[in-house]
């Protein structure tokens, strides 16, 4: 799921840029997904935190090694997402107030999309592969 929104955050980015789409549609597209993303990010990182990672912690005393790569990885990508969430809101506004200068900030949005997108496919592999093995092995979560 975050993958997806990533790429329609910046799918729909890129054709604002390339303007295939209007402004207005583009503002309305990028608070709807970028919202989504934002806090579907956000609660599925505090749910980690503070229940998933203390039962994989409990089951396997292995899985600390990894896990404070992943919790300073959770701290990294809330800097992100609060760059991208301060850029989006920027850019919704502008839409309304001067286009012109809400098209010269989309690429600065552009670019934190595409950090976000490289961060999540690095982060989510490294999850699986410190998870599953540890869900595997002891039988965890069904």
């Not at 899985?63 to 809101?89: C, I, P, R, Y």
Request: proline residues 2%; charged residues 30%; contains cysteine.
């Amino acid at each position: 799921m975050f993958r997806r929104l990533t790429d329609i955050v910046k799918d729909n980015t890129e054709r604002y840029l390339d303007k295939a789409c209007a402004p207005e549609e583009y503002a309305d597209r990028l608070s709807h997904y970028g919202n989504q993303l934002v806090r579907n990010l956000h609660g599925h990182h505090g749910w980690e935190d503070h229940q998933f990672f203390p039962e994989l912690s409990a089951a396997d005393a292995r899985f600390d090694t990894g896990l404070d790569t992943l919790e300073s990885d959770h701290l990294a990508l809330d800097q992100v997402l609060d760059t991208f969430t301060t850029q989006a809101n920027r850019v919704i506004q502008l839409v309304q107030m001067d286009e012109a200068q809400a098209y010269e900030e989309t690429g600065a949005l552009c670019d934190t999309a595409a950090q976000i997108d490289a961060f999540l496919k690095r982060h989510l592999s490294d999850e699986e592969d410190l998870v599953v093995p540890i869900l595997l092995h002891h039988k965890l979560r069904g």
